[in-house]
């Protein structure tokens, strides 16, 4: 795919890969938004791999830095979505960034004249910890949508279901007794068990919306493989099958 196929394309729906592109070119308050929206999606994940890459806090925030001075100075400008997953170049870029911090740090520790080889960071190892990563991320976004849902709807299901989440040991009873009070009404146990439901399946369907944003091809097949991949297929069949229908 060229440069401006991608472009025309990806100008058309909301994805990882066009804010990405949006980053790199057009006003500057465009590029400044994007940049924004990158990091405030992504800074958990990156942040949390590196720091779990390289286990020195102080090291993981030089690195984090250095991926936003990156990509504010616009080093991603020649990423191609046709070549995978926008988590597989992200995954990509961050490892780049440990290997230079590693082989760096041989420089030091080793005489000028020696060989260097920069330690591995492709592991299988590597590759479940971004992965964890990256799923968390997508749940955590999942969770945002749902509660600027409420916002927008004022249905109380971002409420229901993080207490829910929180406090499982809850009855539903005891889940509308605690709901009742910022809600300013009784509420019986059968409402509680109705917006559960509800709930469940609204934030089912943001995860897969969430998942399918990092996609370039968001096709059902494509989406069911990525929420295997993600180990979130069972979890999100049933909304699978709604997206689809």
């Known amino acids: 795919?060229?440069?401006?196929?991608?472009?025309?394309?990806?100008?058309?729906?909301?994805?990882?890969?066009?804010?990405?592109?949006?980053?790199?070119?057009?006003?500057?308050?465009?590029?400044?938004?994007?940049?924004?929206?990158?990091?405030?999606?992504?800074?958990?994940?990156?942040?949390?791999?590196?720091l779990g890459a390289v286990r020195d806090a102080n090291v993981a925030d030089?690195?984090?830095?250095?991926?936003?001075?990156?990509?504010?100075?616009?080093?991603?400008?020649?990423a191609d979505p046709s070549r995978g997953r926008f988590r597989d170049f992200l995954r990509t870029v961050l490892s780049h960034l440990i290997t230079d911090y590693r082989r760096q740090e041989m420089k030091k520790e080793l005489p000028l004249t020696a060989d260097i080889e920069a330690a591995p960071v492709t592991s299988s190892q590597d590759d479940q910890q971004f992965l964890a990563f990256w799923r968390a991320q997508l749940i955590d976004a999942a969770w945002t949508a749902l509660k600027e849902f409420e916002r927008?709807?004022?249905?109380?299901?971002?409420?229901?279901?993080?207490?829910?989440?929180?406090?499982?040991?809850?009855?539903?009873?005891?889940?509308?007794?605690?709901?009742?009070?910022?809600?300013?009404?009784?509420?019986?146990?059968?409402?509680?068990?109705?917006?559960?439901h509800l709930a469940r399946q609204k934030f089912t369907d943001l995860l897969v919306e969430e998942v399918a944003r990092s996609l370039i091809d968001s096709s059902r097949e494509r989406l069911a493989e990525e929420l295997a991949d993600l180990g979130l297929l069972d979890r999100c069949q049933t909304a699978l099958q709604r997206r689809a229908s």
């Not at 984090?64 to 504010?72: C, D, I, K, T």
């Open 152 to 196: 927008q709807t004022r249905q109380p299901l971002y409420s229901v279901l993080r207490l829910r989440t929180d406090e499982p040991e809850l009855s539903a009873a005891q889940l509308a007794e605690r709901l009742a009070v910022p809600m300013g009404r009784v509420l019986p146990p059968e409402w509680v068990h109705k917006r559960l």
């Open 62 to 78: 030089e690195l984090f830095q250095e991926f936003a001075l990156r990509l504010v100075r616009g080093s991603f400008d020649r």
């Open 1 to 50: 795919m060229n440069r401006n196929g991608a472009n025309h394309r990806l100008s058309q729906i909301a994805t990882d890969w066009s804010d990405l592109f949006e980053a790199h070119r057009g006003p500057q308050e465009s590029i400044n938004e994007a940049q924004r929206r990158l990091l405030a999606r992504y800074s958990p994940a990156v942040y949390g791999y590196l």
